[in-house]
């Protein structure tokens, strides 16, 4: 007898593209189509474009949040994107269809690894893992406050409050400002009920992201990225933000360290205690590294001070500090370090590793005599998973050393190398590199590799 082997989920496929074929007939079925198929029809519709399925779905979406997750967004869902925004109802609907809409937290950020609803258990609401819980108008707190006032909601004929979650990219862009001025009608055509919850905020132009602050609650953002401001502006950003993970910042002008606003920002940044990721770039730091260090959280995974100006002084007192030792990434690239005492560098690496999964020192003027000093400790960081360290001025004899050191770390997949210095006819000037030598290096690495069967980690140059 003949097994069907057609996969289940291969024939789920046929049913949906067959229904979504013909849209009134999919808008129509909505009504009676079990829950369950709501969401592969979502996805389906998506990612096909049906818009008007889609704002039909929306309308009796039959579970309390929907999420696009890690749908792709290409242009033509940007679109479908607004029309959701658009057809977001605020409840409770009074209206004919057959299905009740349950449709209470729209999340429209993009790339946030979460299924398209979350699963439903027990009876308390909102239960979906992503829904507020730091604003005032949030969901829960505003139904803490009315199970307190009236112990039975239901009594309550006013609107029920929702979510809208959203990622803001804020640069001023025809299309950023138009997305806001849709996210703001909704706002204020809910009379209160809806709250706008901005989880990640990139701000690209400050004078343009001002005007747009002023609607939303900070306390919300998790991730604050700034690039080109002065450190008072983020400052005043910052003391609303108590609940940062990340917090990056590029190009941020701030005229004295010795200054009252560089204290205010140490003092907000002292406050962040979830805060996992420190991205400073571009932050004339000199000798200044260790009051940042001192205001970081103990637990801080990621830490990046590329051209932060680094000093002998300040890597000295990151290997001194608590808050170094379990970094999961460290780049300190673009800081040159000439000097001859790799003492602190050694033991930062001891420290790390436990932990160090990532390290990048590119153009950092390391030299052999620096590398073979800190190879051994390197080679402890028994974690590391990628090693970026290009642009730094070292001869092939030490390139080859550094291939015996790093073929021992299993869990280490990518090493980004600095050409040797042999290829150029005057270091690092572009125009000077041989790129015959260039392709020997390659092809004695690979050969290299190959011989300590270690063909899984890939090692990788730029040459521009
Ligand atoms: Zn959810
Ligand atoms: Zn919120």
């Given at each position: 007898m003949m097994m069907d082997d057609r996969d289940p989920s291969t024939l789920l496929d046929l049913a949906i593209q067959s229904l979504l074929s013909n849209e009134p007939v999919a808008i129509h079925s909505l009504g009676e189509i079990p829950r369950e198929l709501f969401v592969p029809l979502f996805s389906a519709a998506f990612m096909g474009g049906y818009r008007k399925t889609l704002i039909a779905m929306v309308k009796v979406w039959p579970f309390t949040c929907l999420h696009i997750g890690t749908l792709s967004v290409q242009e033509p869902q940007r679109e479908l994107l607004k029309a959701m925004v658009e057809?977001?109802?605020?409840?409770?609907?009074?209206?004919?269809?057959?299905?009740?809409?349950?449709?209470?937290?729209?999340?429209?950020?993009?790339?946030?690894?979460?299924?398209?609803?979350?699963?439903?258990?027990?009876?308390?609401?909102p239960t979906c893992f992503h829904?507020?819980?730091?604003?005032?108008?949030?969901?829960?707190?505003?139904?803490?406050?009315?199970?307190?006032?009236?112990?039975?909601?239901?009594?309550?004929?006013?609107?029920?409050?929702?979510?809208?979650?959203?990622?803001?990219?804020?640069?001023?862009?025809?299309?950023?400002?138009?997305?806001?001025?849709?996210l703001l009608n909704k706002v204020e055509q809910s009379s209160g009920s809806l709250h706008l919850c901005c989880r990640e905020l990139q701000i690209d132009k400050f004078s343009y992201a001002r005007n747009i602050l002023k609607f939303l609650d900070l306390t919300c953002i998790h991730n604050l990225a700034v690039d080109q401001a002065s450190l008072s502006e983020v400052t005043n950003l910052m003391a609303h933000m108590i609940y940062l993970d990340s917090l990056s910042l590029s190009k941020i002008t701030c005229t004295s360290l010795h200054g009252k606003v560089f204290r205010m920002f140490l003092n907000y940044l002292g406050q962040m205690n979830c805060l996992k990721e420190l991205n400073l770039s571009s932050f004339s730091l000199t000798d200044h590294l260790v009051s940042l260090l001192r205001a970081l959280p103990p637990n801080l995974d990621f830490l990046y001070l590329?051209?932060?100006?680094?000093?002998?002084?300040d890597l000295k007192c990151l290997s001194q500090s608590p808050q170094a030792t379990h970094l999961k990434l460290l780049n300190l690239s673009n800081n040159p370090m000439y000097w001859d005492d790799c003492g602190p560098f050694q033991i930062l690496l001891q420290k790390l590793s436990d932990t160090l999964q990532h390290l990048a020192i590119n153009h950092c003027h390391l030299t052999d005599a620096v590398l073979s000093a800190i190879l051994p400790a390197l080679t402890k960081c028994s974690h590391l998973r990628v090693i970026s360290f290009v642009s730094n001025p070292i001869t092939m004899p030490m390139l080859m050393r550094i291939v015996h050191y790093f073929t021992p770390l299993m869990e280490l997949k990518y090493v980004i190398y600095p050409i040797p210095v042999h290829c150029y006819e005057q270091w690092h000037i572009h125009g000077s590199l041989d790129r015959q030598k260039l392709a020997d290096v390659q092809a004695q690495l690979k050969a290299m590799l190959q011989a300590a069967k270690r063909s899984d980690m890939k090692w990788i140059t730029y040459s521009q």
């Open positions: 057809n977001f109802q605020f409840l409770p609907v009074h209206n004919s269809t057959s299905r009740s809409p349950k449709l209470r937290i729209l999340d429209v950020r993009q790339g946030v690894d979460c299924r398209t609803t979350c699963p439903e258990f027990g009876i308390r609401s829904s507020c819980t730091h604003s005032v108008q949030s969901i829960m707190k505003l139904e803490s406050q009315c199970s307190l006032a009236d112990p039975n909601p239901e009594s309550q004929s006013s609107r029920q409050p929702m979510e809208l979650l959203v990622d803001l990219s804020l640069d001023g862009t025809l299309r950023q400002r138009e997305f806001f001025a849709l590329p051209f932060c100006e680094i000093s002998y002084r």
